[in-house]
Each structure stands twice: as C-alpha cells, then as structure tokens.
C-alpha cells in the first residue's frame, strides 16, 4: 500500500498534471492527498479519470489560494468521515481486512492561525483511538534542524507543534532522502529549505504495519517534494539476482575472452556448471564495465545533496549525470 501526499500548489497546469501521472504509475499509489490544488472540482475529476481511481473528495479553492482534496484506488475501501478546508478524515478497511484511519492535512499558512491547526489535530484525536495515520503539509516545523537558511524558526511554534503531538501521542515518522520538503530562492544568498512535509501516526498503525517508510522524491514542479508513504504489513522477501546478459558486453572484447577462457577449462566439469561459473565471472565482471544504473542515480543524488548544502551563491553548479 502506498500513499503520497503533495503541495502541487496548483493541479491545472499540464507538467503537474502528468508529473503526477507518471508517480501514479510508477509508485502503485493507493492514496493522494493533494493540497493547494487552486483549481474547481472539474479539473480534480478529470486527474481522477485519468489515473483510474474510484473514489475522490475535493475542498475546492476560496479565492485564489488552498483547496485539498484525497483520492484514492478503490472506491468501496473508504468511508469518508470529516472535512474542512484544512483536513479530509476518512476511514480505510482494504480487502486484506487491514482497518485504520487516514488524515490528510493542510497546516494553516498564516502563522497567527496556526493554533486552529493545532486545535483541529486534538480534535479529530478524540474522535476515535484506533490506528491513524496523518498525512500532508503540516506548515510547522519540530525543531531548527527542519530549517535551513534564514531567520530561526520562531520557538513558540515549534513548541506548539510538539505540544500537540505529545498531547495525541503521536510518533513523527523519519523522512528517507533529502531532508527539507520546500524551498525558496534556490541558488542564491536568500536560500530557505524547510522541511514542511510529514506523517504523524499512532503506535496502534505502527502496530499493524511495522514495515513503513517515509520518502521524500525529491523532483517536484512545485516549491514542495511530494513524500509518498510505503506501508508493508510483512517482512519485504529480497528475491534471489536472476543473471541477465547485456548486449552492451558484447561491445567488449573482454567478453568473449571470459566466455572462451571459461569454456575451455575444466574439461571435467558439465556443461550447467560451466554455464552457472561463466554467468557468474560476466556478472561480476559487468559490474566493473557497465556498472549499475541504480547506483549510478543514487551517486547522482547524493552529489545533489552536497552541492545543495554547499550553498554557494558565487557560484552555480552544472550537474551531469
């Protein structure tokens, strides 16, 4: 099961719209918890057609800011319990039998109405004391190490967040990747990253899903990271590597030598064995010449993250990978 939960700051556009779309495919979402989504129920209804999910609920726009809404797979999964323009509660039992609830937020932005989000929190924690799960942009950070650049984070908010969290015994899930979920003025003296973006859940969902995982995708059209929730009841089974041959190897003269060299070896030995020694020597040995792309795109993030922390604004960093 998988929920993703983002500040789209506007689904109308067409590189949003598809942005989400190839997420969708990608990611098997389950759940999405938009905010910021500035646009009628219309356009909500038509990304709801367009990645086939049964079930949706929008708070559209006032004005010209906010507006939230949740979709989700399977319509007869969920039962829709509160709203407002700040919140979508509802209730999820899937076909596994698995039963919790699920809250999609949009923390107030006006920093002297943060206390109502607070208030809505405690409220909706005394609704109901089963698993809970809370999802979406909290607009609050826990502590200074959720901000970087600027001014500090004023302590009467941080405090009254934790507060909050304390008083609903809730547990902050740790985020996986880059740390902050919104930025502002990238690459100059006036850089702000902040990490806005959480999920807050209860012992009792941890207790039924002790397999989750917070991401952060990093690649956004926004100002905010979508950050997509992967639950897993079970132990996640690492499959045994099935050998593939590259056709690239074929480029290299190295490759045929190893098939010739261990081909001619051994006399002795059957021809499985042979293949099972020969498939082993070209994997090990690809590795060094191909090299692997999935390590090749984490190496790429990770250089990411050095030149964002660097903050140099004398100078601009091309990136190529």
């Not at 507006?67 to 596994?96: C, M, P, S, Y």
């Not at 003025?185 to 990253?193: H, P, Q, R, S």
């Not at 905010?224 to 639950?231: D, G, K, S, T, V």
């Not at 090990?284 to 999935?294: A, C, H, L, M, Y």
């Amino acid at each position: 099961m998988s929920i993703l939960s983002w500040n789209c700051h506007g689904l109308g556009t067409p590189w949003t719209f598809q942005f989400l779309k190839e997420i969708v495919l990608q990611k098997r979402l389950d759940f999405i918890f938009l905010s910021e989504i500035l646009c009628k129920q219309v356009t909500v209804e038509k990304f709801q057609q367009a990645v086939n999910f049964e079930g949706k609920m929008v708070v559209e726009t006032q004005g010209h800011s906010g507006g939230i809404a949740l979709l989700w797979r399977f319509q007869n999964e969920v039962t829709l319990r509160t709203f407002n323009k700040n919140h979508i509660d509802v209730f999820v039992k899937n076909k596994a039998g698995d039963e919790f609830r699920l809250t999609g937020v949009y923390g107030e932005p006006d920093r002297q109405k943060r206390k109502e989000t607070w208030d809505m929190i405690r409220m909706l924690s005394s609704i109901n004391t089963g698993p809970w799960c809370l999802i979406g942009d909290m607009n609050n950070v826990l502590s200074q190490a959720d901000k970087q650049g600027g001014r500090p984070y004023p302590q009467w908010l941080i405090q009254g967040f934790r507060d909050v969290i304390e008083d609903c015994s809730l547990i902050n899930l740790d985020l996986d990747g880059y740390p902050f979920t919104w930025e502002r003025g990238a690459g100059t003296v006036d850089w702000i990253e902040v990490r806005l973006d959480r999920d807050l859940v209860s012992t009792s969902f941890l207790n039924i899903f002790p397999n989750v995982k917070l991401i952060n995708i990093e690649v956004s059209t926004s100002d905010h990271c979508p950050i997509l929730l992967e639950i897993h009841k079970a132990s996640i089974v690492i499959q045994k590597r099935v050998f593939r041959f590259e056709n690239a190897w074929l480029r290299e003269p190295m490759c045929q030598k190893i098939v010739e060299d261990v081909w001619s070896s051994g006399a002795s030995v059957s021809f499985y064995a042979k293949i099972k020694e020969c498939s082993e020597i070209l994997s090990s040995w690809g590795r060094e010449i191909t090299g692997s792309f999935k390590n090749r795109i984490n190496q790429c993030k990770k250089t990411i993250k050095l030149l964002k922390g660097r903050r140099d604004s004398n100078s601009i960093a091309v990136l190529k990978c």
